[in-house]
């Protein structure tokens, strides 16, 4: 039997923009230190969960119920900006309501750019290629991967990290004999995973599961796939606590080129 059959692999997101916002909302509080640590096993749990979605017919708003520890709570009142941030919009309002917090987002946002029409702006990927954005001409800037033949993207909460990774992953979408692994401790991944590029059909969210994926791939028995495999691995620092998973990693960096898989490592800092 093989080892990826025994997984519990997360289920492919609906791609829904409502739970896409809420994967973000409550990524967002998480990347900011909004969870607390179990010092006997380092297991990290959010301090921010999510709750309801509230969508009236002909609102102007869109309002995202947050459930929130008392401790964490001035933080989340606080946090407009990274939030508008995270959702990719000019502002939203925070507000306290019972003992919820409510993050209300309009509806339309004049100048908004929808993911169509900025796929528009640099349409045609070359296999292989990843996309990092178009250049104030409309021209597109790409990262020849196989050529690299890994990267990492390094940023604070905030920064654009995750807008980035989620770029890069949506270029290989239409790309012939090119497939991603979506590996994600914080499930920012989570609302790509329902594509069908994507490797095993679903995202990997439980460290214990990305660990038994990467030693997996880097067991080069299993690599018989045709094409290129690239890794999306965020939140690499934490995961490295686990052994497993750095020799995996290393394995793959060392010789992962070789069996078309290639490396894109998310963290916050070098460290």
């Keep these: 039997m093989s080892l990826l059959s025994l997984l519990t692999r997360d289920k492919p997101g609906a791609g829904t923009r409502l ?4 994967h973000r909302l409550t990524g967002c509080a ?8 179990d010092a006997r096993t380092g297991t990290r749990y959010p301090q921010v969960r999510a709750g309801r979605t509230v969508e009236a017919p002909r609102s102007p708003v869109v309002s ?3 459930i929130v520890q008392p401790r964490a709570l001035k933080k989340v009142l606080g946090m407009g900006r990274e939030f508008a941030h995270a959702l990719n919009v000019p502002s939203v309002r925070v507000r306290q309501q019972g003992g919820s917090v409510w993050v209300d987002v309009p509806t339309n946002h004049p100048g908004h750019l929808t993911y169509e029409e ?4 640099a349409p045609d990927i070359p296999p ?3 996309l990092l954005g178009v250049n104030g001409h409309g021209d597109q800037l790409l990262l020849d991967l196989p050529g690299a033949p890994h990267c990492a993207v390094i940023g604070m909460p905030g920064s654009g990290k995750s807008t980035l990774l989620r770029t890069m992953v949506h270029s290989c979408q239409n790309q012939p004999g090119v497939q991603v692994a979506l590996l994600d401790p ?6 790509l995973s329902g594509f069908g590029h994507v490797w095993q059909n679903g995202y990997f969210e439980r ?3 990305i660990e038994a994926c990467l030693v997996y791939l880097a067991d080069t028995r299993h690599n018989g796939h045709a094409g290129l495999l690239f890794v999306f691995v965020d939140e690499v620092p934490g995961l490295c606590r686990r052994p497993a998973i750095r020799g995996a990693l290393a394995q793959l960096a060392k010789e992962g080129r ?3 898989i290639h490396l894109v490592l998310g963290a916050q800092s070098t460290t």
Excluded: I, R
């Design 186 to 191: 914080w499930a920012d991944l989570a609302p």
């Design 19 to 22: 739970s896409d916002a809420m």
């Design 30 to 37: 998480f990347a900011c230190g909004l969870y607390d640590t």
């Design 128 to 130: 292989g290629k990843l």
């Design 207 to 209: 460290e214990d599961e």
């Design 258 to 260: 070789h069996m078309g």
């Design 64 to 66: 995202y119920e947050l």
């Design 118 to 121: 900025a796929w528009a702006l």
